[in-house]
């Protein structure tokens, strides 16, 4: 793929993100893309189809939340990545490849990631929900909500999700804290424990701070 009809794809995909939320903005999108690369080249995936699903994978993201999930993003986006990857003459072949990587980045109701550039896009997404970065979109989303700063006494059990009981430290209790067991690559895997590892030491000097012993 030429650099310059990447350039002018992206320059149409922008918009669609216009007024994304923090956690799904097209700067995700960017970081994805920088890791989807990185992993890909290690796992051997055909990049110039990683690159193009990656680019459109969250197109429709900003869709699902203004109808609050009626229509998932990864359905409706691989039907609009299909239609636009189509209008800029892309081969059939590297439209249906696209296509299915897009439509199986949730792993979602039988969607299935299978191909190689569809795990490689399934690992990248789902990273940069953990780790340093993590922490900090775990941050924004409970500070859009209005939940909890810290709650280190949270029992999980106890607590509902989006409730004013939320906290980034719930989120990586409840949620971040079982993504490093969910990647499909060998590179993932390794990448997700670094990232785990540094998310457990964060939390735990959060901890002892508010505790005074730090
Ligand atoms: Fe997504
Ligand atoms: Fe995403």
Do not use: W
């Amino acid at each position: 793929m030429e650099e310059k009809s990447y350039q002018k794809l992206k320059e149409k995909v922008q918009p669609y993100f216009e007024n994304a939320k923090p956690c799904h903005d097209f700067m995700h999108t960017e970081r994805v893309l920088n890791l989807a690369l990185y992993i890909g080249e290690k796992e051997s995936a055909n990049l110039e189809i990683l690159k193009l699903a990656t680019l459109l994978h969250d197109i429709a993201h900003q869709e699902q939340d203004e109808c609050k999930g009626e229509i998932c993003h990864a359905e409706k986006g691989a039907e609009m990545a299909k239609e636009i990857l189509d209008k800029e003459g892309y081969d059939k072949e590297i439209i249906n490849a696209v296509a299915h990587c897009i439509e199986t980045h949730r792993f979602r109701n039988n969607k299935i990631p299978k191909s190689t550039e569809a795990k490689v896009l399934y690992d990248a997404d789902s990273l940069d929900a953990i780790g340093a970065i993590g922490i900090l979109r775990a941050c924004s989303f409970s500070g859009s909500i209005g939940s909890l700063v810290h709650n280190p006494d949270v029992n999980v059990e106890n607590t509902k999700r989006y409730s004013k009981d939320d906290s980034a430290y719930r989120e990586f209790l409840f949620q971040l804290k079982k993504v490093k067991d969910t990647m499909l690559t060998k590179e993932g895997k390794k990448i997700a424990k670094g990232r785990h590892k540094y998310m457990v030491k964060f939390f735990d000097r959060v901890n002892k701070e508010v505790r005074g012993k730090l």
